[in-house]
């Protein structure tokens, strides 16, 4: 039986556990030791100790977007800002995140105190630096306000995005009086979904002539709606394309098109330039999505459904629940609904881009890519980084069958993929593999610590070049080949690693023949490996941006009209 009195920081972690919540991730400190200490003594939660804040809030995020439910991360103090980038991409991404930050006692509001946030008296403002990059953000003043704070924060965040409560430390270990009333009762974890009308699309699509094109986003994966989009796309025998983000939506489908965007493939452009119509689920279609479309877009009638309106003009209805909404949307358009002037589209499949091959020493991303698809098994999540070797990975690696594939292009920081790995290996208690650069590893790798601490099953392909390669292949290609600061000192981070943690099997590859057996090894190791793969800073990933520019060199070619400001140096 739950006593009634009860410590805030011991009713915050009932309350999450009731909700489902198994993890909590985060990085311990004075002001947030009191939820430490109640996730300890709790036996349906544990508390995973990250090595940095921004990798923890990763970590909620990859936990989340793996279908764990609510991601929740602890930090506290002026730590705790560490956690904005990370929170940043959750925003820009709709992943349900709840940030508990612990601050100093709130009678040392504007005192002076370590890691005074209060924004009394000239301190810092949480509140104010929160709120930019949440959907809920609220500080805690009373032991009872935790009753209503914490289930509309929860609400908030279930909606899509994050969420965060400013606790101070006497706050959390203050008495709360569970019997007492309370005006507020609000307890659910998620809003009833707003189901828009579909009749403006069954409308279009049933007086549709000619073949119909689908671009499939990550609210898709998100709402559970892969079995509908299937069925929607079988009613109306229709090719399917993914933005980036859902490049595990669509690895079953029957002539799926491959990704749309700058690292795309270029049957999606054909596709939906000779469809009658083009329909976006569930995706905004952001600009690194929808680079190269925008031309094929302009001349096609375009709807979208989903739960936020994409970024450009079109008919848009709203819909909190994808698969209930597709389930719809196919039922009005079978039977006697059903459209009589679509045709069924010649097969297409998938394209590659074609970037210059490169001398000298090194993997190339291809030939890397290629043993890498056929030593992943079935069920393997894949989670992959800013840069050449993620642009590479979403190109070339195809999402294996039943498992996740995973990029954060939200805020395209780097090395969010060692948390986000973290959090997705501990949801979904399988094998997740983690593809970075050697530039991210320098950002955020040593979270591979709190890999080898839990024994998780991530193994690690770093592909280590010595360079930031993106920023040193846009010095080559848009600065005339002056390079500054984005080349490294040689490492060799396989080795390192296998001598920093004994047991740890990590190794260096030098030559595309070696791989397979590397890969083989590492993907039996019963918890983390590291795979470091030498390749070369300057060969040009399949990144259409760059290889347009390949072949316009800057000073030969005007600027692409404003369709990709990736493609266009600060001084053009």
């Known amino acids: 039986m739950t006593p009634a009195i009860v410590r805030v920081a011991d009713h915050i972690l009932a309350h999450l556990a009731a909700g489902g919540v198994t993890h909590v991730f985060g990085v311990d400190g004075e002001n947030v030791e009191d ?19 921004f990798a923890a809030a990763a970590m909620a995020d990859g936990y989340s977007r793996a279908g764990a439910g609510l991601g929740v991360v602890m930090a506290s103090g002026g730590a705790a800002l560490n956690l904005i980038p990370s929170l940043g991409e959750s925003l820009a991404s709709r992943v349900p995140v709840l940030a508990l930050v612990g601050q100093p006692p709130s009678r040392l509001d504007g005192f002076g105190a370590a890691g005074d946030t209060s924004g009394r008296n000239g301190s810092l403002n ?30 908030a965040a279930c909606a899509g995005g994050p969420a965060v409560l400013l606790l101070p430390k006497d706050i959390q270990q203050a008495q709360l009086d569970l019997a007492a009333p309370q005006r507020d009762r609000a307890r659910t974890w998620a809003r009833r979904p707003r189901l828009g009308d ?13 073949t119909v094109a689908i671009v499939a986003g990550e609210q898709v ?4 709606a892969r079995a509908e989009l299937e069925s929607l796309r079988a009613t109306l025998s229709a090719r399917v394309a993914c933005v980036p983000e859902a490049k595990d939506v669509t690895p079953e489908f029957t002539g799926a098109l491959g990704i749309t965007g700058a690292m795309g493939h270029p049957a999606v452009a054909d596709a939906v330039a000779d469809s009658a119509v083009c329909l976006l689920v569930g995706t905004r279609l952001p600009l690194t999505a929808r680079t190269g479309l925008d031309a094929a877009l302009r001349n ?23 698969q209930a909404s597709l389930a719809e949307l196919t039922r009005k358009l079978s039977g006697r609904g059903r459209p009589r002037g679509l045709r069924i589209p010649e097969p297409t499949p998938p394209t590659e881009l074609t970037p210059p ?7 190339g991303y291809r030939q890397a890519m290629k043993a890498l698809d056929a030593a992943l098994p079935a069920n393997v999540d894949v989670v992959v980084d ?17 498992g996740r594939f995973l990029v954060a292009l939200g805020m395209g920081a780097m090395g969010y993929s060692f948390g986000a790995g973290i959090g997705m290996a501990i949801a979904r208690r399988r094998r997740t593999v983690v593809i970075a650069g050697d530039g991210a590893f320098y950002t955020h790798g040593m979270e591979l610590h709190t890999a080898i601490e839990h024994q998780l099953p991530v193994t690690v392909v770093l592909f280590n070049n010595n360079a930031h390669a993106m920023s040193a292949t846009r010095e080559r290609l848009y600065y005339g080949d002056l390079h500054s600061y984005n080349r490294f000192r040689p490492s060799h981070l396989g080795a390192g690693l296998a001598a920093m943690f004994p047991g740890l099997r990590s190794v260096d590859v030098t030559d595309i023949g070696a791989l397979p057996s590397a890969l083989a090894e590492a993907l039996e190791a019963p918890g ?3 795979i470091s793969v030498e390749c070369s800073a300057d060969e040009i990933p399949p990144f259409a941006p760059f290889l347009e520019a390949v072949a316009s060199p800057v000073g030969d070619a005007a600027a692409p009209a404003g369709e990709d400001y990736l493609a266009v140096p600060a001084s053009a």
């Open 35 to 53: 939820l430490f200490d109640a996730a300890h003594f709790r036996e349906d939660i544990t508390a995973v100790l990250a090595k940095h804040e």
């Open 126 to 155: 949480a509140q104010a630096l929160f709120r930019a990059v949440s959907v809920f953000c609220e500080r805690v003043t009373t032991p009872e306000h935790i009753r209503t704070a914490l289930p509309r924060a929860i609400i």
């Open 198 to 210: 579909v009749h403006p699309l069954t409308r279009a699509l049933r007086s549709a002539r000619g």
């Open 221 to 224: 994966a998100r709402d559970g």
């Open 300 to 322: 096609t009638r375009t709807f979208s459904i989903g739960s936020a309106p994409p970024h450009l003009p079109c008919t848009h209805v709203h819909t909190d629940d994808l």
């Open 357 to 363: 091959r490169v001398d000298g020493a090194g993997v």
């Open 386 to 402: 800013a840069g050449n070797a993620g642009t590479a990975a979403l190109h070339y690696l195809p999402a294996r069958r039943g």
């Open 528 to 530: 983390p490996s590291v």
